[in-house]
């Protein structure tokens, strides 16, 4: 199955636009968050199923904003991130994770692009297309699976046009490095 995730599009949908009419074979499309309707308004235009999650720019303030895709490899975990703290660090998620028994937990809410495996769980934030923060244009991701793979590939818009090289995605051990000094 072929993925294409997204989140923070705050309204602005005319990269995540651009990046579809550039992909091929995509079955699914998750977006993470802010705003909710513009889940929707994709799924028109798109013309394929498009899974979304509310985030705190929708007013969502609830922990019951979670959802659950099953795929061929097994249960992601779906949700915008910002009742788990992940600004802080995605253990949380990672934690619920578990609990859910997920493979996988996609999230959003830094705008900032994050892939890593831990305890045997994917933790996926594709960043943010119209808005992001770490000094890119924007990227996304797209997902691989099958009943034994997950691969992700975080994708910079940037590399769309042959713009300049994107900036290292953070990396979970070097986050709880620094955990003790807030």
Same mark, same amino acid.
């Given at each position: 199955?072929?993925?294409?995730?997204?989140?923070?599009?705050?309204?602005?949908?005319?990269?995540?636009?651009?990046?579809?009419?550039?992909?091929?074979?995509?079955?699914?499309?998750?977006?993470?968050?802010?705003?909710?309707?513009?889940?929707?308004?994709?799924?028109?235009? $798109?013309?394929? &199923?498009?899974? @979304?999650?509310?985030?705190?720019?929708? /007013? +969502?303030? *609830?922990?019951?904003?979670?959802?659950?895709?099953?795929?061929?490899?097994?249960?992601?975990?779906?949700?915008?991130?910002?009742?788990?703290?992940?600004?802080?660090?995605?253990?949380?998620?990672?934690?619920?994770?578990?609990?859910?028994?997920?493979?996988?937990?996609?999230?959003?809410?830094?705008?900032?692009? $994050?892939?890593? &495996?831990?305890? @045997?769980?994917?933790?996926?934030?594709? /960043? +943010?297309? *119209?808005?992001?923060?770490?000094?890119?244009?924007?990227?996304?991701?797209?997902?691989?699976?099958?009943?034994?793979?997950?691969?992700?590939?975080?994708?910079?818009?940037?590399?769309?046009?042959?713009?300049?090289?994107?900036?290292?995605?953070?990396?979970?051990?070097?986050?709880?490095?620094?955990?003790?000094? $807030?």
């Amino acid at each position: 199955m072929k993925i294409f995730v997204i989140s923070d599009t705050h309204g602005r949908t005319e990269k995540a636009e651009e990046v579809w009419n550039r992909l091929t074979d995509v079955d699914l499309v998750l977006h993470l968050g802010d705003y909710e309707k513009d889940a929707q308004r994709l799924a028109q235009i $798109f013309g394929v &199923e498009v899974i @979304g999650v509310k985030g705190n720019m929708d /007013g +969502s303030y *609830s922990r019951e904003d979670y959802r659950i895709v099953d795929t061929e490899y097994g249960k992601l975990l779906l949700t915008h991130g910002h009742m788990d703290q992940v600004k802080i660090s995605p253990l949380n998620l990672l934690y619920r994770a578990q609990e859910l028994g997920c493979r996988a937990v996609l999230f959003g809410h830094t705008h900032i692009p $994050f892939y890593e &495996e831990e305890s @045997g769980i994917y933790l996926v934030n594709p /960043g +943010s297309l *119209s808005q992001p923060r770490d000094g890119s244009e924007g990227s996304y991701a797209i997902l691989h699976t099958s009943e034994k793979e997950f691969h992700c590939a975080i994708v910079y818009y940037s590399s769309l046009h042959g713009g300049k090289k994107p900036p290292q995605t953070r990396r979970l051990r070097n986050m709880l490095n620094y955990s003790d000094r $807030f």
